[in-house]
């Protein structure tokens, strides 16, 4: 991607960052000058700029990285220059992410078996902060790794905040034509790779029967619910007992669960929870957290099933456990 110079701009830590809408109000240099105005403002902020870095990133962690960098620059800034305090931060911290998936595909690539993004507990926050519960599913995070960050950052500032894109184009320095085509290709890439999908409520259905399958090893009725062409991803990050590869396909899919349901299920229990928007089991054993089960589902029967077994990422479900 070009560099970020674009006039008229305001500049931040040494980064050019675009300025904000007319008709917006100018702040008095005293009022955008104090910290607190501008902690304030960066609090307010802060659900939206959390909901951009978390879906471009899939991480919650590297997210919060990009906040923390995101408030040191708002502190260094010249805010009385700044007319629109959400504007400025929503551009920087999109910008921020959008180079950190750079560097964080490339680390990705040597990750210990599958990478799934982290989940987040969204019964806290259906949103995640944004304007519509788009681009937050496990799946479509999943899915969106395989865009490059700019497509990927153009989607969801349009489908989960509603931008126009004539502001996505200021945030990524192009034209609004090319705005347009990145969600574009980003839409066709979803549609060609993902089916439409189920309700909540058949998701949940869905997800019952597979669990009480997948635990007494019923392989008649996993070969019912699962799809023909059926994903299985177990991100452990090295963790024994994770599969260092995805299992694809029905034929495959299914006797792997049949063999996997002894040395898995007992001694265990489950809780429902919610990931990402959609109804999950967080599995766990002597009151250690073990696994988070989510699955993603179409008519076609349930087409990937993600077991986030990296403790790591199931941080967000531990504290859960003592309640």
């Excluded at 911290?93 to 950190?100: F, K, S, V, Y």
């Excluded at 126009?164 to 890439?189: C, W």
Aim: hydrophobic share 45%; charged share 25%.
């Amino acid at each position: 991607m070009r560099g970020w110079k674009r006039t008229p701009a305001v500049r931040v830590a040494g980064t050019v960052v675009a300025s904000a809408p007319e008709g917006t109000t100018m702040h008095t240099e005293d009022d955008t000058g104090s910290l607190d105005r501008a902690t304030r403002d960066f609090l307010a902020a802060r659900p939206q700029l959390f909901g951009i870095a978390y879906r471009v990133l899939g991480s919650a962690v590297e997210a919060e990285d990009i906040l923390q960098d995101a408030w040191v620059r708002w502190q260094k800034a010249d805010r009385a220059d700044i007319r629109e305090p959400k504007a400025f931060l929503t551009t920087v911290t999109a910008r921020l992410a959008i180079n950190t998936a750079k560097s964080a595909r490339v680390r990705r690539e040597s990750y210990t078996g599958p990478w799934l993004p982290e989940p987040v507990d969204t019964s806290l926050d259906p949103q995640v902060g944004a304007e519509r519960a788009e681009a937050v599913e496990l799946a479509v995070l999943l899915l969106l790794e395989k865009l490059n960050p700019v497509e990927r950052g153009a989607y969801v500032m349009r489908e989960a905040f509603d931008y126009p894109y004539s502001r996505i184009a200021d945030i990524l320095e192009t034209s609004e034509a090319n705005a347009r085509q990145l969600v574009s290709r980003a839409r066709k890439h979803l549609a060609a790779e993902r089916r439409e999908r189920v309700s909540r409520t058949e998701h949940q259905r869905l997800l019952e029967v597979f669990l009480a399958a997948a635990q007494t090893g019923d392989l008649k009725v996993l070969e019912e619910v699962l799809s023909a062409d059926v994903v299985s991803y177990s991100d452990g990050g090295g963790a024994r007992g994770a599969s260092k590869i995805p299992v694809v396909g029905l034929a495959h899919v299914a006797p792997y669960l049949v063999a996997f349901a002894p040395r898995f299920w007992p001694g265990s229990d489950v809780r429902w929870v919610e990931a990402n928007g959609r109804p999950a089991v967080l599995v766990t054993s002597e009151g250690n957290a073990v696994a988070l089960l989510c699955v993603d589902v179409s008519a076609e029967g349930i087409d990937r099933i993600m077991w986030v077994m990296n403790q790591a990422k199931l941080a967000p479900y531990v504290a859960s456990l003592d309640s």
